[in-house]
């Protein structure tokens, strides 16, 4: 698909690896949305950095794995822009709890914000995504059969979750519009400035290229499955190397 004014929403978007979509799917001339929850100072910057630049790009507020605010996001999107062409569901977040300690609460919260969030917004976006449209989905190692890690058992489930709805549904809007994920690694985001220099080496070990992973590089993997035309209901792994074992 050729990105040049083309509508790309990136959830959770205001730093991190949406962030780096964001300028990425810029750089080709798609007009961007980006979003997020809390941060609305971050998202705005980000989308002025966007402007600066030379790009399109637009912020707007809402909580994804939220009904309400899902459709109040793409209603407005509409209004301003027409219809999403390509929709990344990168909003997600993980939280560690031991199993034993986990409550209902923390549960539906991951659920809601790693699974609900890509659910509701694909529903909403196929509904008025033009033919040749494209959803690209963020899942994680931790969604993968038993990599998923003790400790961060909701987060796991939510992201083998997200991989299951990505097949099928690329099955169910076929042909129309292609639907595909990212499985990252570990990434180089904020959270591994806040990681002990022991934890980071034994992260490191296990990887097999010996490199964490950059947002950029993951922004890359999601514009080639907004691009690829002959892809999709394809879960890509981007990890160095991680799921495949070591030693
Ligand atoms: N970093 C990694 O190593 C890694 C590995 C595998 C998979 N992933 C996946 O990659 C995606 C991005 O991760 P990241 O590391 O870049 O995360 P991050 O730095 O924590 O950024 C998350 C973004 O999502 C937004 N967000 C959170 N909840 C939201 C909600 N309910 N509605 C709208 N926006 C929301 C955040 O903004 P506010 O907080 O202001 O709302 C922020 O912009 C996630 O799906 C994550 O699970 C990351």
């Known amino acids: 698909m050729v990105l040049r004014d083309k509508v790309v929403l990136v959830t959770g978007s205001s730093r991190g690896i949406g962030r780096a979509a964001g300028d990425a799917f810029a750089t080709r001339g798609s007009i961007v949305v980006l979003n997020s929850r809390a941060d609305v100072a971050a998202g705005e910057q980000a989308a002025h950095a966007i402007a600066e630049r030379g790009g399109t790009a637009d912020y707007l507020q809402?909580?994804?794995?939220?009904?309400?605010?899902?459709?109040?996001?793409?209603?407005?999107?509409?209004?301003?822009?027409?219809?999403?062409?390509?929709l990344v569901n990168n909003a997600g977040r993980t939280e560690s709890?031991?199993?034993?300690?986990?409550?209902?609460?923390?549960?539906?919260?991951?659920?809601?914000?790693?699974?609900?969030?890509?659910?509701?917004?694909?529903?909403?976006?196929?509904?008025?995504?033009?033919?040749?449209?494209?959803?690209?989905?963020?899942?994680?190692?931790?969604?993968?059969?038993?990599?998923?890690?003790?400790?961060?058992?909701?987060?796991?489930?939510?992201?083998?979750?997200?991989?299951?709805?990505?097949?099928?549904?690329?099955?169910?809007?076929?042909?129309?519009?292609?639907?595909?994920?990212?499985?990252?690694?570990?990434?180089?985001?904020?959270y591994m400035d806040r990681v002990e220099e022991p934890l980071r080496q034994s992260w490191l070990d296990n990887i097999p290229l010996r490199e964490f992973i950059t947002p950029e590089q993951i922004a890359e993997a999601y514009v080639y499955l907004a691009e690829a035309p002959y892809v999709t209901g394809t879960i890509l792994t981007a990890d160095a190397g991680f799921t495949l074992g070591h030693g």
Request: neutral net charge; aromatic residues 6%.
């Open 62 to 86: 809402a909580d994804v794995s939220d009904q309400d605010d899902v459709n109040r996001l793409f209603d407005e999107i509409e209004r301003r822009y027409g219809p999403v062409d390509i």
């Open 97 to 190: 709890m031991p199993i034993l300690e986990s409550t209902a609460e923390h549960w539906r919260h991951m659920l809601n914000v790693n699974l609900m969030s890509t659910v509701l917004c694909s529903i909403r976006a196929a509904r008025t995504m033009p033919a040749g449209g494209a959803i690209i989905n963020t899942s994680s190692i931790r969604g993968f059969d038993a990599n998923g890690r003790e400790g961060v058992m909701a987060y796991s489930a939510a992201k083998a979750a997200v991989n299951n709805f990505t097949r099928t549904l690329a099955k169910e809007l076929a042909p129309t519009i292609r639907v595909n994920a990212v499985a990252p690694g570990f990434v180089a985001t904020s």
